[in-house]
C-alpha cells in the first residue's frame, strides 16, 4: 500500500467497503459462474497475503512470477531484498513494478489514466486471455479508532470481468477478510483515474502478456 494518507484529491464519495461484494457471497458467486475468469485460474493458486503495509505491488509481482514463470518460487522478501528494495519510497510506483518484471524477462505495458480511450484499452486488456493485469488505484476508508479517513493508493491484480453486471474481480492482497472482491468498472475507473503524489504521475495499470503466448508465436 501507497502510504498516502493525507491524500485528497480521489474521489471522496467513493468509501471501498461499501462498493464491494465478497466472492464467496451467494451475489458473489452467481457473477463469477458467468465471467471470464481465466485470469483467476492461473493466479488463484499463488495468490498470498502481503507481508508488510507496503508490500502490495511486491505481493502482486510475487504472484505473477509463480504463476507465469516454471518452476518458479519467489517470496515477498526475496523480491525486497535482491531488487525492490532500490526502489520503494513511501511505497512503490508503477514504473518501479514495470522495472522488477522486466527484470525477469516478463516486459509489461503500462497504461496511464490520462491516455485517450484509457477505460476502452482496460476493457480489451483484461478480456485479453493472454494478458495479466495489476491496477493502481485510489482508495478510501473509514476507520472507528480513528479521527480520519485513511486515503491511499493500492496495488491490485485483476482476476476477472463479468459483462453483465460490468463488475472486476479484485485480488486484494492486504484484505486478509476479503481478499477476492467485486467492484464496479466504473468506481474503479474513478479510482485509477487519479495521481500518485509520490511518483509525481497519473495512476493507471500495468499489463504482462503471458510468456507461454509470446514463445509460440
Same mark, same amino acid.
Not at 502490495?56 to 509481482?61: K, T, Y
Given at each position: 500500500?501507497?502510504?498516502?494518507?493525507?491524500?485528497?484529491?480521489?474521489?471522496?464519495?467513493?468509501?471501498?467497503?461499501?462498493?464491494?461484494?465478497?466472492?464467496?457471497?451467494?451475489?458473489?458467486?452467481?457473477?463469477?459462474?458467468?465471467?471470464?475468469?481465466?485470469?483467476?485460474?492461473?493466479?488463484?493458486?499463488?495468490?498470498?497475503?502481503?507481508?508488510?503495509?507496503?508490500?502490495?505491488?511486491?505481493?502482486?509481482?510475487?504472484?505473477?512470477?509463480?504463476?507465469?514463470?516454471?518452476?518458479?518460487?519467489?517470496?515477498?522478501?526475496?523480491?525486497?531484498?535482491?531488487?525492490?528494495?532500490?526502489?520503494?519510497?513511501?511505497?512503490? =510506483? /508503477?514504473? +518501479?513494478?514495470?522495472?522488477?518484471? &522486466?527484470?525477469?524477462? $516478463?516486459?509489461?505495458?503500462?497504461?496511464? *489514466?490520462?491516455?485517450?480511450?484509457?477505460?476502452?484499452?482496460?476493457?480489451?486488456?483484461?478480456?485479453?486471455?493472454?494478458?495479466?493485469?495489476?491496477?493502481?488505484?485510489?482508495?478510501?476508508?473509514?476507520?472507528?479508532?480513528?479521527?480520519?479517513?485513511?486515503?491511499?493508493?493500492?496495488? =491490485? /491484480?485483476? +482476476?476477472?470481468?463479468?459483462?453483465? &453486471?460490468?463488475?472486476? $474481480?479484485?485480488?486484494?492482497?492486504?484484505? *486478509?477478510?476479503?481478499?477476492?472482491?467485486?467492484?464496479?468498472?466504473?468506481?474503479?475507473?474513478?479510482?485509477?483515474?487519479?495521481?500518485?503524489?509520490?511518483?509525481?504521475?497519473?495512476?493507471?495499470?500495468?499489463?504482462?502478456?503471458?510468456?507461454?503466448?509470446?514463445?509460440?508465436?
Amino acid at each position: 500500500m501507497l502510504k498516502s494518507q493525507d491524500q485528497s484529491d480521489g474521489p471522496l464519495d467513493l468509501w471501498y467497503l461499501s462498493l464491494i461484494t465478497c466472492v464467496t457471497s451467494p451475489d458473489g458467486q452467481d457473477v463469477f459462474t458467468t465471467s471470464l475468469h481465466h485470469a483467476f485460474d492461473r493466479l488463484h493458486p499463488h495468490f498470498e497475503l502481503q507481508q508488510r503495509e507496503d508490500f502490495c505491488g511486491i505481493a502482486c509481482v510475487a504472484i505473477l512470477l509463480n504463476s507465469l514463470l516454471p518452476y518458479s518460487k519467489w517470496t515477498q522478501s526475496d523480491l525486497y531484498s535482491t531488487i525492490a528494495h532500490a526502489h520503494m519510497s513511501d511505497g512503490i =510506483s /508503477l514504473a +518501479a513494478l514495470s522495472h522488477i518484471l &522486466t527484470t525477469f524477462g $516478463l516486459p509489461p505495458v503500462i497504461r496511464y *489514466s490520462d491516455e485517450e480511450r484509457f477505460e476502452e484499452k482496460f476493457l480489451q486488456d483484461i478480456k485479453n486471455p493472454h494478458h495479466f493485469v495489476v491496477v493502481n488505484y485510489w482508495r478510501q476508508f473509514e476507520w472507528p479508532t480513528k479521527d480520519l479517513p485513511l486515503r491511499c493508493g493500492h496495488f =491490485s /491484480l485483476v +482476476a476477472a470481468y463479468n459483462e453483465v &453486471t460490468n463488475r472486476i $474481480l479484485i485480488l486484494d492482497t492486504s484484505d *486478509s477478510i476479503r481478499p477476492y472482491h467485486w467492484l464496479d468498472l466504473q468506481h474503479l475507473m474513478r479510482m485509477m483515474c487519479t495521481r500518485d503524489d509520490t511518483a509525481a504521475m497519473p495512476r493507471g495499470y500495468l499489463i504482462v502478456v503471458d510468456p507461454k503466448f509470446e514463445s509460440e508465436k
